[in-house]
């Protein structure tokens, strides 16, 4: 499993060094989008749990319901629990570990943007 | 013939002890807090003891058959850890230093013209904001370096912050507030360390925040945003933030500011809840 985690931990730190994280600005207008942009940012960023409500207090503009989709994705799927899931599970148990969260935590800040507006 | 088959486990176990001896020089080297929260030195010399134990036992035990794939990350994650250790500490401002065997414990509180205010570090503070507003009327000292960009010094505001290191430098993040300018930010230079007194206020609204710089382009942000040329800012040592949490909602109105020096140990690690603050 160690070549996964390892892999996936280098993704990160690629992404993290090369992508100029200012582009993601030009996402924050639209509510929908920006939940999406943000899931996006926390599986690629890979961040601590414990470190990401101040990466997502970083994102100042961006809505709450973005926000809390960032915070409560990055510690269930995120570039190196990937890689952990692909090795460790089959890859239909793997897909749901990354689908379901992915999809539930996307629809239930899209519903909370749409009543907080 | 045999002896070459031995060939591959032996490589692989070298590898695997040349991995746990770097963590365990890390740990000696006193370079560890560069990297990782000094609270997990122990997780790190146990996962070094194993792999040094894991990497004897597969020189001395394993079947020939070796997992080449694997053994090249290994290879190539041993080198990264080498590489990147010179990397790191080449350009970095940050001077390598061992952890000091014991922090002294120091006073919760601080008394200024008779005006008592409760050491914090901004992590802390932050922390009040968010789950305790009823405390924000308190006085606090917090420190940090100092943030100025032409849009704060048009705004009449800088930024007090530091870096903070939850878990790795991989997720390091700088925290800070802004502090209300009178006038007494002309005389910092961006990157010098403050002591700030005072007590939290509203933000006027609508204030922007300040961009701050983020892990690749803090040099180019410091360039830009560095002082007269007779009078050579210092570095920020924010090399490897991943981003800049700048509280939006309160300020710091100031009774004092006050040069300091660096603390031994200029990230923050440690936070708590309540009094005494780790300051």
Same mark, same amino acid.
């Given at each position: 499993?160690s $070549? ?8 990160a730190?690629?992404?993290?060094v &090369?992508v100029?994280?200012d582009?993601? &600005? ?9 939940? #999406? *942009?943000?899931? =996006? ?7 601590? !749990? ?13 809505s ?6 960032f915070? !409560?994705?990055g ?12 090795? /460790? ?14 999809v539930i ?5 899209? *519903?909370?943007a749409?009543i *907080?507006? | ?8 486990p ?5 590898? =695997? ?6 963590m ?6 006193g ?10 030195e122990?997780?790190t %010399?146990?996962?070094?003891? @194993? ?16 997992n ?5 990350i290994?290879? %190539?994650f ?8 010179t ?10 230093k061992?952890?000091?065997?014991? @922090? ?7 008394v200024l ?7 914090i ?11 305790e507003?009823?405390? /924000?009327?308190?006085?606090y ?6 943030l ?5 010094? !048009? ?7 530091? =870096? %903070?290191?939850f878990?790795?430098? %991989?997720?390091?993040?700088?925290v #800070? &507030?802004?502090?209300r300018?009178?006038g007494?930010?002309?005389? &910092?230079?961006?990157?010098?360390? *403050?002591?700030?007194y005072?007590?939290l206020?509203?933000?006027?609204? +609508?204030t922007? =925040?300040?961009?701050?710089p ?10 830009q945003?560095a ?12 090399? #490897? ?5 700048i509280?939006p ?6 009774? $004092?500011?006050s ?5 031994e140990l +200029?990230?923050?690690?440690?936070f708590? #809840? ?6």
């Open positions: 499993m $070549k996964y985690l390892i892999a996936g931990a280098f993704a730190a690629l992404f993290k &090369f100029p994280q582009i993601l &600005f030009h996402f924050e207008s639209n509510p929908f989008l920006s939940i #999406g *942009v943000m899931m =996006l940012l926390a599986i690629l960023l890979s961040v601590c !749990s414990e470190a990401d409500s101040f990466v997502a207090a970083s994102f100042w503009s961006f709450q319901p973005a926000q809390l989709a915070v !409560s994705i510690p269930m799927v995120d570039l190196k629990l990937i890689g952990a899931y692909g090795a /460790t599970f089959r890859k239909r148990a793997a897909l749901t570990l990354i689908v379901v969260p992915i935590i996307y629809t239930l800040s899209a *519903v909370i749409s *907080v507006g | 013939v045999k002896n070459m088959h031995r060939t591959g032996l490589l692989e176990g070298f590898v =695997l002890v040349a991995l746990g001896l770097s365990i020089a890390l740990i000696i080297s370079n560890y807090w560069l990297y990782l929260n000094p609270k997990f122990w997780v %010399a146990g996962a070094a003891c @194993m792999l040094i134990l894991i990497g004897f036992l597969a020189a001395l035990w394993s079947e020939n058959r070796v080449r794939s694997g053994a090249a290994l290879i %190539a041993l080198c990264y850890t080498i590489w990147g250790n990397q790191v500490l080449q350009p970095s401002p940050l001077k390598p061992p952890l000091p065997v014991e @922090m002294p414990e120091e006073e919760a509180r601080t013209n008779g005006s008592e205010y409760i050491r570090n901004t992590v802390e503070l932050f922390g009040i904001c968010e789950e507003p009823h405390k /924000t009327g308190e006085r000292t917090v420190r940090g370096i100092v100025r960009t032409p849009q704060l010094d !048009s705004a009449g505001q800088f930024v007090v912050a530091r =870096l %903070a290191v878990c790795c430098l %991989a997720d390091a993040v700088v #800070g &507030f802004r502090v300018d009178d007494a930010a002309q005389e &910092f230079q961006n990157g010098q360390w *403050v002591q700030v005072g007590k206020e509203e933000a006027p609204s +609508p922007p =925040l300040p961009e701050l983020y892990v690749s382009d803090a040099g180019e942000w410091h360039d945003h002082q007269t040329p007779e009078s050579p800012p210092s570095e920020l040592p924010f090399k #490897g933030a991943v981003a800049a949490a509280h909602r309160y300020i710091i109105a100031p009774d $004092k500011v040069i300091t020096e660096e603390p +200029p990230f923050m690690f440690e708590r #809840g309540a009094e005494p603050y780790a300051f």
